[in-house]
């Protein structure tokens, strides 16, 4: 199984440009999750997903849009690119609510897509 | 701002040796804390998890410890190993907000041959 995949690996954007950033699950997994690392920082929430059609923001959401069409997809928009969103994003995936205590809940990352907006 | 701290960014540890990394929170609400570890240029990887009820989890050479009147939290690796090298993400959440996992900065271990 490929797990969680992403891409691009590595991008850079001028201010203002806009872009989608990939994720793509395998694990036939209900909850989708976006985050992005910022250096010296912890992860932080984007958006988050509980089924193909159902979103909703997390801590971060702002300048940031995402669909789920499907269970496996889970794209992460960018419209006007700021410095500000210069950071490493994260995308995960588990099977039951993350941080509920289950072992079912563990989150599965993908690899990274670092980003860097100028 | 930050609910959860890991305040040594750094830690350098003898092969063989204990490698005792610290995490810190300061909301009560939090039920259930984990460790993730993460290599360079891969996302991070669930290590092991402590419930509240509990003041001790091991896993093999993984224990983590739950102080609660503390606020802190620990993760043992007994022995360290080279292939431990990574940075550990100390993370909180409460059980019935799911979507409120709330990540510390990460140590970076080094375990030194």
């Known amino acids: 199984n490929a797990g969680v995949t992403q891409t691009p690996k590595f991008r850079i954007l001028k201010i203002g440009q806009s872009m989608t950033l990939q994720c793509t699950q395998d694990m036939n997994h209900n909850y989708m999750y976006w985050y992005r690392q910022d250096p010296g920082m912890g992860l932080k929430l984007i958006y988050y997903s509980v089924g193909a059609g159902i979103t909703d923001k997390g801590e971060v959401p702002n300048g940031y849009n995402v669909s789920r069409s499907t269970t496996e997809d889970f794209p992460l928009r960018l419209e006007l690119a700021a410095p500000s969103q210069t950071s490493v994003y994260f995308c995960a995936s588990s099977y039951a609510p993350a941080g509920q205590g289950l072992l079912a809940e563990t989150q599965y990352f993908g690899p990274g897509t670092r980003l860097l907006v100028l | 701002d930050q609910q959860v701290k890991q305040n040594s960014p750094s830690l350098s540890v003898q092969e063989g040796r204990i490698s005792i990394l610290n995490c810190d929170y300061t909301n009560s609400m939090f039920d259930y804390f984990l460790w993730y570890k993460k290599y360079p240029a891969e996302g991070p990887t669930f290590l092991i998890s402590?419930?509240?009820?509990?003041d001790k989890n091991e896993d093999g050479r993984f224990t983590v410890f739950l102080n609660k009147s503390a606020k802190h939290l620990s993760l043992h690796i007994v022995p360290s190993q080279p292939g431990d090298s990574a940075v550990y993400f100390c993370?909180?959440?409460?059980?019935?907000?799911?979507?409120?996992?709330?990540f510390g900065p990460g140590t970076s271990l080094s375990v030194i041959p």
């Open positions: 402590i419930s509240s009820i509990k």
């Open positions: 993370a909180a959440s409460r059980k019935t907000s799911y979507d409120k996992v709330i």
